[in-house]
Nanobody, 122 residues
Framework: QVQLVESGGGSVQAGGSLRLSCAAS?????LAWFRQAPGKEREGVARIYTGSGSTFYTDSVKGRFTISRDNAKNTLYLQMNSLKPEDTAMYYCAARRGGGVCSLLPGKYNYWGQGTQVTVSS
């Protein structure tokens, strides 16, 4: 069983930065950040393999967001720079145990946090 607790959301003006954190209990194979805006489907933002540190980003955040993890603290991070109003959403941390390919499809992840709200104003 894996428990995930996100923190770090908030309100910021366009062009600003925020750093999200996700404290994980238990071992994981890969971790990811997803987001969901009102009336929209949940969207994968970035993922990282816990062992190798290999990362992948959705196109809309490349060059602006950085996913990282601190294995000693069992914590996942998402550094978000140059934020845009369209980044406004509830952001969720997700984890997968076991092997296989870790894509940015929600169905690939077994465990989810409760979410943290990010609001970017223009």
């Amino acid at each position: 069983q894996v428990q995930l607790v996100e923190s770090g959301g908030g309100s910021v003006q366009a062009g600003g930065s925020l750093r999200l954190s996700c404290a994980a209990s238990g071992s994981t194979y890969c971790l990811a950040w997803f987001r969901q805006a009102p009336g929209k489907e949940r969207e994968g933002v970035a993922r990282i393999y816990t062992g190798s540190g290999s990362t992948f980003y959705t196109d809309s955040v490349k060059g602006r967001f950085t996913i990282s993890r601190d294995n000693a603290k069992n914590t996942l991070y998402l550094q978000m720079n140059s934020l845009k109003p369209e980044d406004t959403a509830m952001y969720y941390c997700a984890a997968r145990r076991g092997g296989g390919v870790c894509s940015l499809l929600p169905g690939k992840y077994n465990y989810w946090g409760q979410g943290t709200q990010v609001t970017v104003s223009s």
